[in-house]
């Protein structure tokens, strides 16, 4: 039998921010174990104090705490370091609570129970995105009033800047690439999330939800009428942004 090494990611750092100490040990030692350096806090103050003292790639972030809402802890971690990863952990599964969360600048969400296995392969996927380096980029494409400059990841309506959660960006931009297709919910959930995935593809329905509601409001938020993109929903397909 081989031995199993573990790869070195002890560059990546991931704060586990988690009031439930057997969970807590867990998600530490798992981190651990599996190459990554952790670090641990109980409470949302400590969190705070703890991300502005040592820089982390990721955070892992429990809601319920015992000092603060982790939606707070969220929006302050998002507001400080706009590049971190924060991934959700919640037991909290009405949908109203994963789109607060998504909208308090979390990238991603994971319901309790979770194992292990998933955690890390999230861990990977999204560090890989956040890290990699953007092969082939192609010019900005124009939809209507809005352009979409993936190289300079910027989102414009009329010229003023659309604010998009990074999946928001990235699912607007896997159907920018494929105007007037249908692109499968598997496809997506492939090249916005990672190529291995196999679990519930409800994340790209909350996603989708926030994403057309920023381009509504921001629409909104212009003077006189806006042409923007429709993106149509294929039931028990995915979805096909319209030319
Ligand atoms: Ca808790």
């Known amino acids: 039998m081989g031995t199993l090494v573990a790869p070195d990611r ?32 109980r409470t949302g103050t400590s969190a705070l104090a703890e991300a502005a003292r040592t820089r982390y790639d990721a955070v892992l972030l429990d809601l319920g705490l015992p000092d603060t809402d982790g939606l707070d802890v969220a929006r302050a971690l998002r507001a400080r370091f706009p590049n971190l990863l924060i991934v959700i952990l919640t037991a909290r599964t009405e949908d109203i609570d994963i789109i607060a969360g998504l ?74 690439r494929h105007p007037g297709e249908a692109v499968s919910r598997e496809t997506l959930m492939a090249q916005v999330w990672d190529e291995n995935w196999f679990g519930s593809t409800k994340t790209l329905d909350v996603t989708m939800a926030a994403l ?24 028990g397909h995915g979805y096909r942004l319209e030319r």
């Not at 414009?156 to 928001?168: F, G």
């Not at 057309?212 to 039931?235: K, Q, W």
């Open 10 to 41: 002890s560059h990546q750092r991931v704060l586990v921010i988690e009031d439930d100490a057997t969970i807590g040990h867990h998600l530490e030692a798992g981190l651990r174990g599996n190459g990554y350096t952790p670090a641990w806090s």
């Open 103 to 176: 909208d308090a600048g979390a990238d991603d969400y994971l319901v309790k129970p979770f194992t292990l296995t998933v955690l890390l392969a999230r861990l990977r996927a999204h560090l890989r995105r956040h890290t990699g380096t953007s092969s082939a980029a192609p010019g900005p494409v124009r939809l209507g009033d809005l352009v979409l400059d993936t190289t300079a990841r910027r989102c414009t309506l009329r010229d003023s800047e659309v604010l998009l959660r990074p999946k928001e960006f990235d699912l607007l931009a896997v159907l920018a």
């Open 212 to 235: 057309r509601r920023r381009l509504a409001h921001a629409s909104d938020a212009l003077p006189g009428p806006c042409t923007l993109p429709e993106i149509t929903t294929l039931r």
